[in-house]
């Protein structure tokens, strides 16, 4: 009896670029920042008789940001990718992360305790995403479709290290196509399907990171929506992220994301994921 058992197997490549602190360039004011990582775990079986069912899964995640630290201006860039697949027995490959969002912020410095901005924040689906519920499984989200952008501005308090906490007055724009019905058409209108919708309301960002020991941080992100419309409703959006360095080659990171988009769904929505894995300083 031949038994092969690939048990689950994680790894995480990940890349910060983070090359010297801003003071030390000489050259530039921009500061590159990312993390790379990939999640990988696989379980085969043949003639096991305790019993199981293969497994393949993948998760890619990454992190980026680039930021321009001047005076009077500040420009700070983020870019959030996630994709993941997942396959269990002789079931087709199911998508179990499917993300892609950014951000973008313009600051300029007058010298008082808050500094006026502008900021916008694009997010989307990578690609198809399906309700798996239901029997056969059914599409709900394709890549821009839907696709929330929003536009704000208003004042930063961004004076302590590490943490910021910004409020304005922003646009939310949702564009969608084939899944309109879902996320963009008004119900006051029923004889027309509407792909756009535009609201107006407040915009709440807090962001906080946290070196809690030498080789572990704690980094979250608060961001609220609400339209003028309906105050007691809000666009939530709660990113909490733990890392930690083990020693030079293996890290590990936990990531809680928390969601709650009326559009999308009247429950919240709630991800985690860990990753294990080894990691590698380019410079």
Same mark, same amino acid.
């Given at each position: 009896?031949?038994?092969?058992?690939?048990?689950?197997?994680?790894?995480?490549?990940?890349?910060?670029?983070?090359?010297?602190?801003?003071?030390?360039?000489? !050259?530039?004011?921009?500061?590159?920042?990312?993390?790379?990582?990939?999640?990988?775990?696989?379980?085969?079986?043949?003639?096991?008789?305790?019993?199981?069912?293969?497994?393949?899964?993948?998760?890619?995640?990454?992190?980026?940001?680039?930021?321009?630290?001047? !005076?009077?201006?500040?420009? /700070?860039?983020?870019?959030?990718?996630?994709?993941?697949?997942?396959?269990?027995?002789?079931?087709? +490959?199911?998508?179990?992360?499917?993300?892609?969002?950014?951000?973008?912020?313009?600051?300029?410095?007058?010298?008082?305790?808050?500094?006026?901005?502008?900021?916008?924040?694009?997010?989307?689906?990578?690609? /198809?995403?399906?309700?798996?519920?239901?029997?056969?499984?059914?599409?709900?989200?394709?890549?821009?479709?839907?696709?929330?952008?929003?536009?704000?501005?208003?004042?930063?308090? *961004?004076?302590?290290?590490?943490?910021?906490?910004?409020?304005?007055?922003?646009?939310?724009?949702?564009?969608?196509?084939?899944?309109?019905?879902?996320?963009?058409?008004?119900? *006051?209108?029923?004889?027309?399907?509407?792909?756009?919708?535009?609201?107006?309301?407040?915009?709440?960002?807090?962001?906080?990171?946290?070196?809690?020991?030498?080789?572990?941080? +704690?980094?979250? +992100?608060?961001?609220?929506?609400?339209?003028?419309?309906?105050?007691?409703?809000?666009?939530?959006?709660?990113?909490?992220?733990?890392?930690?360095?083990?020693?030079?080659?293996?890290?590990?990171?936990?990531?809680?994301?928390?969601?709650?988009?009326?559009?999308?769904?009247?429950?919240?929505?709630?991800?985690?994921?860990?990753?294990?894995?080894?990691? +590698?300083?380019?410079?």
């Amino acid at each position: 009896m031949k038994i092969i058992l690939l048990s689950t197997f994680l790894v995480l490549f990940s890349i910060p670029l983070l090359a010297q602190e801003t003071e030390v360039k000489k !050259d530039t004011l921009w500061t590159p920042r990312g993390v790379v990582g990939l999640n990988l775990s696989q379980v085969a079986f043949s003639n096991w008789a305790q019993g199981g069912e293969n497994s393949l899964s993948f998760t890619f995640f990454s992190l980026f940001a680039l930021d321009y630290i001047g !005076d009077p201006w500040k420009w /700070k860039n983020s870019l959030k990718f996630a994709y993941g697949r997942t396959k269990f027995g002789d079931e087709e +490959y199911r998508t179990n992360d499917n993300e892609l969002f950014f951000e973008s912020t313009l600051i300029y410095n007058v010298g008082w305790s808050v500094s006026p901005y502008a900021g916008m924040t694009a997010r989307t689906a990578v690609t /198809k995403g399906f309700n798996y519920d239901s029997i056969p499984a059914l599409q709900i989200v394709g890549f821009a479709d839907p696709f929330y952008l929003t536009e704000a501005v208003g004042f930063i308090y *961004d004076k302590i290290p590490n943490f910021s906490t910004r409020l304005g007055v922003g646009l939310k724009q949702t564009f969608a196509d084939q899944f309109a019905l879902q996320y963009s058409d008004d119900v *006051d209108t029923p004889n027309e399907i509407e792909k756009f919708k535009n609201e107006t309301g407040i915009e709440s960002v807090t962001e906080f990171k946290w070196d809690f020991y030498d080789n572990m941080s +704690y980094y979250t +992100y608060l961001r609220l929506f609400g339209t003028f419309e309906d105050l007691n409703v809000w666009d939530v959006r709660w990113d909490n992220i733990i890392a930690a360095k083990v020693n030079d080659y293996v890290s590990v990171t936990f990531n809680v994301l928390l969601i709650y988009e009326e559009d999308e769904s009247i429950k919240r929505q709630l991800k985690e994921a860990l990753q294990v894995g080894i990691s +590698y300083t380019l410079f």
